[in-house]
């Protein structure tokens, strides 16, 4: 036995061998391809940057330590800013909530049209997936400029622009589960008959509605950022009045706004994932 | 047949009330969280002026908008005191200006004399004329107009059509007469304004001109192609440079698209997307198995660093920016550093849990050699998550070219910074369009991108959660 080994083993080292330094050969590749565009990058960043990166680095720490220095000035007084800009909050949440609703619907069915196991038609399928990746594709600050600049100063831009992002966004994860459910139950219909809406309705929604819901949850709470930051370009709501204040330097201010923002995000990152472990026992 | 079903039915019923009982419960419970849900978007529609949509909704500037998207103008000007200096230029700009003895740009042939040698014709693309006199202006042949209109100034200076207290209403579709201006717009192609001082025709047509040359450029008479073509002769078109020299510096300083600008703002945004991405997966990595409990056993350690993921989540990109937009000014750093802090927190989350779910077979495998608990980690967890890091990793580059956008529009530039800056000059909408549609090329591409080299590094392009 021990005889008839050596060969054999002969024949594995070598392609062990071989499969070594092809694996190395690839990684020591693809690290030096990242040092590359490392490299390159800072190099572009270095020429295009306004100020030095040193100076930067040195001055990390001022803005923050001016903005924590102006909170500590105010005393107990503070508490009472907190609260006068949670009705702007409450405005920035209601455009996240209000579009991610719609855009869940409009998602739904897109993703209905866009699913191979539910629509036959090949040239359908193509288009719906072709204008979600469009709609997906587009920043929301970008849509929500233009119609800032076509209708003026007003909320409805922004609910706009996240409404059209979370169709796409979410239509695209609505119909890979979709297409991922169990088609069992849709035979089973099929069996005694049911028309295609009743196959829908009794056998894919049942198996995707909790996925559905986890995602759009998961949607609002980054619509919730993305209703801040397009409320910084001109959609009110917090975002606006922390542009504001920023430029009026009233640093206490500036730094309620940020912390009733981050206080949100991080409270809705929490309840998300309750909810989202709730439904569907694990937090996706 | 349905009454044997309708019987056995309740027979069922009967035998599993409870099951009956809870179907029931969660089907109500559904409808009142869907009525909820239809009450809060009832207020919503009325909170945020959802019905004011079509009073907000200026048609006129949308299709302003979306036309010079899609097309360009040119400009005549005529000034009533001196009616033989007719100006024409591209998109009325100053330093556009066709037939300049400086510039060899001939007027273009829509422009010509009337047969008479009195009149100047302006012929439109729909074959309409405007005809130039010293003292009135014609408007001839166009479409769907039964009668010609000559347009003069009265006795106080100010504009009338001639004739127009004959003409019904229907008549003068397409004109708007206030008291110092008459408009003639037929179409949103055609426009002839008569001013007390001056005549001012925009003619529209469709298409990008100057995309790849401007103005003012020497290969401006050649197509794209043929200067590319010109660019293996020997002859010089201009006797400074060679011809691929003056075809790159030509497309790179087009005043009108300005390429060089904007993809250089594009090559910015890119990069912060990239090294931010980098940069957060560098940061990532380490802290992640230092807050995973399989790999650190001290629990305060664990417990200090889950929070800070949570925190640098939680101050969103808006905010990262915001402070190292003070510290580094306007540029890269700025964008990379936001999305690097963010997504470090991001992706150490991830990274943790996935490290918290990997087989623990394998490490033990691994210890059963008597290896050190570093390469028990370095061979029983790496070989498992890495597929999940690179998964990870790329699919918020994608995502982080879009954040790189937007954080470039609020002050960090880069082409979010160019795109805001066309859309505020209010008439540059075809570098609006341009710039948009590039964003959304760089974007699908960088979609691609990380599923191709998700598909090549780990043989599904599909996210891989754990």
Redesign the interface.
Known sequence: MSKALPANLEQIEVNLKKLTNQRTRSSLLGIAILILVFFSGTLVSLEANAGSFGRGIANFFNYPRDLFIDTFEMGWKYWPRVVKYIPELITTLNIALFSTSIGFVLAVIFAIFSSRNLIRNKRVIQFTKFFMDVTRSFPTLIIAMVFLYLMGKSSLPAVIAITIHTAGALGKLFTEAIENCDGKPIEGLSSVGATWTQKIRFSVLPQVLPLFLSYGILRLEINVRESTILGFVGAGGIGEMLAALIQWNYGADVLACMFLLVGTIIALDYLSAYWRHNLIGVNQ | MSSSLAIERDNIRKLFPDTFNQAKKSRIKGQIIFFL?LI??II??F????V??PK???PQ??AM?VLDTYAHKDHVTMKWENPDDIKIAFEGNYRSVYGRDNLDKSIPEWFYKKSDNIGNVIEFNNEGKAILYKDRVEIVNFPKYERDFTIKLNANGKPYVVGSEDLAKDDLKGFRITENRVEFRPTLHERVQVYPKKVEIHRYSIGWKYFWFDFSSPLEPYSFFEALGLTFSKERVVPEMSNLKLFLTEIKDNEAFMHGRVW?AM??TI??A??GT?FATVMALPLSFLAAYNVTPIKALRFTLRRLF??L???????WS???L????????TG?FAIGFTDTGTLGKLYSEAIENTEKKQQEGVQSTGASKFLQHRFGIIPQILPIFVSQSLYYLESNT??A??IG??GA?GI?LQ??GA?GTGNDFEN?AYM?IL??AV??FM?RLSAWLRRILIGSD?LI?R
């Not at chain 2, 909170?47 to 959802?50: A, H, Q, R």
């Not at chain 2, 989540?313 to 905010?319: A, Q, S, T």
């Open positions: 849900i809060y978007l919503g529609f909170t945020l002026d959802v004011d949509i907000k909704w200026k500037n949308a908008f250089w090559l910015e990069v912060m990239v090294l980098m949570d925190t989540r939680g101050i969103d990109f808006l905010i915001l402070i190292f003070r510290a580094f000014g306007p540029g890269p750093f990379i879009r954040g956008v937007i529009a609020m530039g979010g795109f805001l859309l609006v948009a964003v959304l974007v699908i979609d599909q959660v």
